[in-house]
Structure formats: C-alpha cells, structure tokens
C-alpha cells in the first residue's frame, strides 16, 4: 500500500504540471462557459454537454494516459530498481494518472455551472454528466494504462488506442445498428439492453439519456429500457459491467506488468 | 376553484330569459304548488321526489344539508334544484341519481356521489335527456359511473362541476362528462378526473368548451368524434392515460389549450385523425411522449403553439395534406418531426427550432438557411424501434450530420424555409 500511495502521489504531482492537463481543464472551462453564454438555458447546455462527454472524455483518457505512460517509462524503470511489489506501482500508476484526469474534468465542467447557478433539475443532470464522465475516465484509463504496458512500441500503442476508441465509441454502434435492421423481425428489445451492457460508452450514455430524453423514452420500447435501468435489477447489472470494465484491463495489465522483463 | 369569468353572452342571455318564463301553474295532486320547497332531513319534506309533485312550474326547490338516498329522482317540470352547503345525493352504486326530461331545469350546488355500474346502460350521476336550456353548475360529483351525461340537449350550460371517479379499469367507468347528439352547449370551469374519458362529444354541434381542467382519467382527457364546429380554449388535459384524441370532425378551433405530460407508447398529447379545417393556436405541448399526432388533419392551421420537452413534437402522417406550421416554438424536444414519408404535403414557415444551427447575416430575425425537421435518427427508429437506445450515439450523430448535408432517407422538402432565430411571442 505504501509502495502505490508513494507511486501515486509522484505521478500525481507530475501529471498535475503537464500542460495537457491543464489544456484538457481549459477546454472543458471554455466549451462549457461558451454553451451556457449562447444557449442561456442550461438545460440546453447540458444537453450538449452529453455528446461531447461521450466523445471527448474517452479519447482524452485513452490517448494522454498511453502518451503519459510511455513517457513515465524511465521513472517506472527506476522505481523497479528498487524492492518493490509490482501490482502496487501498477495500481499507483493507474491511479497516479486516472485521479488527476478526473478532477481536471469535473473542476472544468462543474465550475462554469456552480458560478452561474442552477436548479434542482439542472443540478441532477449536472451530477448525472459528472458521474458518467468520471466512470468513462475511469474506464478508458485503465484500458490505455494495459496497451502501454503491453506494446513495447509506442507507435502500435498509440494506434491500438485510438482502435480501441473509434471501436466503442463509433463502429460498435453502428454494428448494433446493423442487427436491428437484418434481425428487425424479432423482438430485440432485451438483446439490445445486452448488447448496450458490452459497451461501456454505451452504458454510460443510456444512463444519461434515461435523464435527458425521459419523454421519448416512455415510448413502448423505450419503457421497456426505462424499466430495466430504473429497477434495482438494471442498476446493478450496469454498475456490475461498468466495473468489469475497469476491473479487467487492470488485471490484464498487472499480469503483464508482472511478467515483464523492463 | 375557477368561477367562470363568463358565460357565452348569447347562451347565457337565451338561458336568463327563458328562466324568467313562468308558466302558470298547474293543478299538483297536493293542494296548490309552491313557488319554494325546502327540503331538509328533519323537515316536513324529506325527499327531491317529494319535492317535485309539489313545486310549481319554474319554482325552487331548495335542499338543505344532509344525506338524501332515493330511488332515481325523474324531473319532469322545468324547476331549479338548489343545495344549500352541498347535501348529497347518494346512488348507493346502484342506480341513476337524476334524470332530467324537462326544459330550463337548473341543478347546482349538490354532491352526487356513488352511481351505479351497468353494463347495459349508462347510468350517470345527472342524465339530461331530450330537453333545452338546462344549466348544471357547481355539483360536486364522486364516484359517478358516468357523470353529467347529455343526451339530445340543446342549449345547455355545464359549469364549474368538480367530477371525480375513482373506478380502476375501463370497463367500470365511464365519462366524466358525456354528450351525445346534442348542440349549442357550454361547457366551462369543470374539473374532471379519474373517469374513462374526460370529457367525451359524439354528433356534438357548436359548443364551447372552456376553462376546463381534465386530468388523470384512465384513456382520454378529451375524446370527440363527428362533432363540427366546436370550439375548445383554455382547458388543460393533463396526465391522461392516452392524452386527447379527437376524430372525423370538420370546423374544429382549438385555443389556448394546455396538453401536458401524457406519457406512454400510445399517449398523444393531441391525436388528430380525420380532422379537416381546423385551427390550432396558442396551445401548449409539454412532457409528452408524442406532442401532436396528425392523422389525415386536412388543411390544418397550426400557428404560435409551443412544443417543449416533448420526446416527438410532432408526428405528421402522410395523410394530412396542406397542413400549415407557421410561427410555432419548438425546444427542447427529443424530435421535432417524424414522418412515415419521403414527401412533403404541409407547409413550415416562421417557426423556432431551438436545434437550429443556422446563421443570419442580415439580421432580420429569419435563419437564412432552412431547417430540416426530421432528422435521420427519427428516420431509422421509426423503422427499427430498438435503435431508439442508439439515441446521440456517436455514430447516429454522424449519420445526421451526413444526412443533413446530403438528405437520402429524409424528406428534402420537408423544411422550414423561414426558420425564426428567436422564441416566437
């Protein structure tokens, strides 16, 4: 433990000071700043704060956290000098890296709100944007932190995280699309909720429209999803995947990292 | 409670005069009839049946506080039925309270509670059958299998009621207020819940619905059909279990109305089918799962409504021709349009949109780019129903992007050409 609090506490304080960082804060300050000035409504805002989450917040968290890795190279290479337990440096490592990203994401995207004040609504909705975009971090963190430690070469690295995003975030969908359409006989309804819980991006991003599209989603087949996520059932199989998600690529990390002759 | 801020001026003056009318009084089987009854639990006169083999023609019966239970009272002489602090009338669930066959009979101020349920005939708390200028107004009425029920009327007034069922299912309740073949009614300031249908019109000519609240019934807050000419303002019909749904019917005028959170996969907000020459003005649409639905709404005139937060604004069937949407505000909503066709037969001009991403360069307050409606996602999960959980993915956010620049699966002309910038007043 002391070895992970140690490890985590140098990357922190690293990460902290990469203009990335503080660009990646900057930018979710201004876009938030900016949509809030034009809409004047920050409903609207958040609104389209859900797509750009969705997008952004896993390419962030999957490019700068291979990128930031492989630059930590020489230091993970001096720590292991020492005696000590991989599987902690690999958790400080993870953490080092995940916990600065989060709270450059929430700081950027709650201040402009918390400045221009909210309401009760606004305020669940806000909430709802924060959590799902700290989860994604958590997630997508985690799978770049396995691809640095996996790929020796930087370059494949590099490619096999942006793979990884376009995947989950674009063609999976568009996969899912195209089951509806040939399978569209059939009652889909219950394969699709499968389906949603394979992706985290998905599952992330059906918990938000549960809040913002509400109307739409009292449809027929909408209910049918409403009900799965509103039941106790539906919350755990989502935080149950959600885990899995960032509990796996940890694991398959840490075995790697153990093995691995630096 | 609203009192109503006024009757039709010509309803209310014909109803006035013809109040005034006595009719000489004719020979009753006790003694001489009375120009006032009172009937009080402990008095004299213990029953409204009673009552009214004594009173005169055009005279009062005035009945005093108190639990009444009778068997169905018949008013068959043109009278005025007054409570005093709402005594109440019980059916017992068994019968008919009232049942007016008589013209200019006045009945206010009562509590009718418990109707009976049948399956082979509609009994209601007030059945008005075959007579004119009757007025109905503040009776409270609880637990009615159907509540005010008109039957071939004319030139009556039901005003500021308050209806409220209390039956679960379908089958054992009824409307809350019922016309049927009936004319020239006003119907005002009434409170209507937990009926079937709210307010339900079949073969219903010129009447005035106004200032009505009908909320929570179990299928429709309005429901109408064949009745042309009528016009409906200021009611709101919130909560029902299939929002309003209004059929076959030329002439209507719809102003002012509030059609909030009817939620469910057949709920409308406003259901259209078979609607030709109406009008549709400064009504509210909020929290429905589908805000107006046109079915074959020929020559609609939709103009200053507001669509807001609603999952499909406006659901337009490729029946309705020559519609017109013209200065409408749409926000917020998760689709403005859908349409089950690639061709355009309505008309938008002047709406907001709040999707719209377009410019305007001259400052004239008019977007300089048209708006197209009906995204592509509306599009694809009209045709596969799942893929509504695909709703703002990435990726149906690039396919709309994609079809925004090159339309293939929208309508092309369906578009406003004169989208507004700002929030339509």
């Known amino acids: 433990m002391n070895t992970m609090m140690k490890v985590l506490k140098y990357q922190a304080r690293d990460a902290i000071r990469s203009r990335w960082l503080i660009a990646y804060a900057l930018f979710f300050l201004v876009v938030t700043d900016a949509l809030l000035r034009f809409s004047g409504d920050p409903v609207k805002a958040q609104l389209s704060l859900v797509s750009i989450v969705l997008f952004v917040v896993p390419l962030v968290a999957i490019v700068f956290g291979t990128v930031y890795l492989y630059n930590a190279r020489e230091f993970v290479e001096l720590i292991l000098a020492q005696p000590v337990d991989r599987r902690q440096t690999y958790c400080g490592l993870y953490l080092g890296l995940t916990l600065p990203l989060i709270v450059t994401f929430v700081v950027g995207l709650a201040l402009p709100f918390v400045l221009n004040g909210l309401d009760a609504l606004a305020w669940g909705r806000l909430a709802a944007l924060l959590v799902a975009g700290t989860v994604l971090t958590c997630v997508f963190t985690a799978i770049a932190t396995s691809i640095a430690v996996k790929c020796e070469d930087r370059l494949r690295g590099l490619g096999a995280a942006i793979g990884v995003w376009l995947l989950v975030t674009i063609v999976y969908d568009g996969f899912v699309l195209l089951v509806l359409a040939v399978l569209s006989d059939y009652p889909l309804e219950r394969a699709t909720l499968g389906l949603m819980m394979a992706n985290p991006i998905d599952i992330a991003r059906v918990g938000l429209l549960l809040r913002f599209d509400g109307a739409a989603m009292m449809g027929y087949t909408g209910a049918v999803f409403l009900k799965f996520f509103s039941g106790s059932a539906g919350m755990v199989v989502a935080t149950l995947a959600l885990t899995a998600w960032i509990i796996a690529p940890i694991a398959f990390g840490v075995r790697v990292f153990q093995r691995k002759d630096f | ?425």
Request: aromatic share 8%.
């Open chain 2, 1 to 425: 409670m609203r009192t109503p801020s006024l009757l039709r001026p010509g309803a209310a003056a014909l109803l006035l005069s013809l109040a005034a009318v006595t009719t000489p009084a004719l020979a009753s089987p006790v003694g001489a009839a009375q120009q006032v009854v009172n009937v009080s639990p402990t008095g004299p006169v213990r029953s409204i049946r009673q009552a009214l083999t004594m009173v005169a023609r055009g005279g009062t019966i005035i009945v005093h506080p108190g639990v009444y239970s009778d068997t169905t009272i018949v008013v068959s002489l043109p009278v005025t039925i007054m409570g005093e602090k709402y005594p109440v009338l019980d059916g017992d669930g068994v019968r008919q309270i009232m049942t007016v066959t008589a013209d200019s009979v006045t009945v206010r101020g009562i509590a009718f509670r418990n109707v009976g349920v049948a399956f082979t005939e509609d009994l209601a708390a007030i059945k008005v059958v075959r007579a004119r200028y009757c007025s109905i107004s503040d009776n409270r009425i609880d637990n009615g299998f159907f509540g005010i029920y008109l039957q071939e009327a004319q030139y009556c007034a039901v005003v500021c009621n308050v209806i409220r069922g209390t039956h679960a299912s379908d089958a054992t309740s009824g409307n809350g207020i019922h016309l049927w073949h009936s004319r020239d009614i006003v119907i005002q300031g009434n409170r209507v819940s937990g009926h079937r249908d709210g307010i339900y019109f079949e073969f219903v000519r010129a009447t005035h619905v106004h200032d009505n609240i009908s909320m929570g019934n179990l299928r429709y807050g309005l429901h109408f059909m064949f009745s042309d000419s009528c016009d409906y303002e200021g009611n709101t019909f919130r909560h029902n279990g299939a929002g309003v749904a209004v059929m076959y019917t030329h002439n209507v005028r719809m102003v002012g109305n509030h059609f909030t959170d009817n939620t469910g996969s057949a709920a409308y907000g406003l259901l259209l089918k078979e609607i030709s020459d109406s009008e549709l003005r400064d009504n509210i649409f909020s929290g429905n799962t589908s805000g107006l639905y046109a079915d074959g709404a020929t020559r609609l005139n939709a103009h200053h409504n507001t669509f807001i937060n609603n999952g499909w604004a406006l659901k337009l069937q490729s029946s309705t021709e020559d519609a017109t949407f013209t200065a409408n505000n749409f926000a917020g909503n998760t689709f403005d349009v859908s349409t089950n066709s690639r061709s355009a037969n309505s008309t938008f001009r002047g709406n907001y949109w709040s999707e719209y991403q377009g410019y305007d360069l001259n400052r004239d307050g008019v977007g300089d780019v048209p708006y197209r409606p009906v995204r592509l996602t509306s599009v694809v999960v009209a045709r596969y129903e799942p893929a509504l959980i695909l709703l703002r993915s990435n990726f149906l956010l690039l396919m709309d992007a994609a079809e925004r620049v090159l339309p293939a699966l929208t309508p092309e002309t369906l578009a406003d050409s004169a989208p507004a910038m700002r929030w339509v007043k």
